[in-house]
């Protein structure tokens, strides 16, 4: 996980949650801390054992996300096989998992510029590992032949991650496609500018 993050406890898992519904309910700035404390059912002393301040509850609403996120690409990467399959799994997994998380990734794209510059720092710097890591099985599979080189591999990312990102705006749980379907759609977009030319 990023940083060496830990798995959240229970109550942390119950503070965060909290956050998030109340975030996206009332907005960052109008959210107090009592608010999030009354709503989880603890104490304020037991939010500040976890949190520093209201700002570090905003960035660990999405960092959990990402420490997933990046959990499932370091599985698939050290797996390895066919680099197709490979990006496949990689867009499927982020579509499945944003989509499941959709509230938070909503909250954390609205309230992001609220956090702190260090935090912000820290985001980004994870993101770009991220991006970095999917950009350089795309590199790797272009270099061989696998995929075609007419899309950069940068390009390739920015625009696929860049799908995903837009998913908090319009996705709806309850509406016509599951995340497997999506995330396979948006896979075979991507692919298709990839297939290499005969």
Same mark, same amino acid.
């Given at each position: 996980?990023?940083?060496?993050?830990?798995?959240?406890?229970?109550?942390? =898992?119950?503070?965060?949650?909290?956050?998030?519904?109340?975030?996206?309910?009332?907005?960052?700035?109008?959210?107090?801390?009592?608010?999030?404390?009354?709503?989880?059912?603890?104490?304020?002393?037991?939010?500040?054992?976890?949190?520093?301040?209201?700002?570090?509850?905003?960035?660990?609403?999405?960092?959990?996300?990402?420490? =997933?996120?990046?959990?499932?690409?370091?599985?698939?990467?050290?797996?390895?096989?066919?680099?197709?399959?490979?990006?496949?799994?990689?867009?499927?997994?982020?579509?499945?998992?944003?989509?499941?998380?959709?509230? =938070?990734?909503?909250?954390?794209?609205?309230?992001?510029?609220?956090?702190?510059?260090?935090?912000?720092?820290?985001?980004?710097?994870?993101?770009?590992?991220?991006?970095?890591?999917?950009?350089?099985?795309?590199?790797?599979?272009?270099?061989?032949?696998?995929?075609?080189?007419?899309?950069?591999?940068?390009?390739?990312?920015?625009?696929?991650?860049?799908?995903?990102?837009?998913?908090?705006?319009?996705?709806?749980?309850?509406?016509?496609?599951?995340?497997?379907?999506?995330?396979?759609?948006?896979?075979?977009?991507?692919?298709?500018?990839?297939?290499?030319?005969?």
């Amino acid at each position: 996980m990023p940083g060496g993050q830990r798995t959240p406890s229970a109550t942390q =898992e119950r503070i965060l949650a909290a956050a998030v519904k109340l975030f996206a309910a009332k907005g960052f700035d109008a959210t107090s801390v009592a608010e999030v404390v009354a709503e989880a059912g603890v104490t304020k002393g037991a939010l500040y054992h976890y949190f520093t301040a209201k700002e570090e509850l905003l960035y660990q609403i999405y960092r959990s996300l990402l420490a =997933e996120q990046t959990a499932q690409l370091a599985r698939i990467l050290d797996a390895g096989g066919d680099p197709a399959d490979m990006l496949r799994a990689v867009l499927v997994g982020l579509v499945r998992t944003t989509a499941e998380r959709v509230d =938070e990734t909503a909250v954390f794209v609205r309230e992001m510029s609220r956090l702190g510059a260090d935090q912000m720092a820290q985001y980004r710097a994870e993101r770009r590992r991220y991006h970095e890591a999917v950009r350089a099985l795309v590199e790797r599979a272009q270099d061989s032949g696998r995929f075609s080189a007419r899309v950069p591999a940068d390009t390739v990312v920015l625009i696929a991650m860049g799908v995903v990102n837009q998913l908090p705006t319009w996705y709806r749980p309850d509406g016509p496609k599951t995340p497997e379907r999506l995330g396979n759609e948006i896979a075979d977009f991507v692919l298709a500018a990839l297939r290499p030319t005969s």
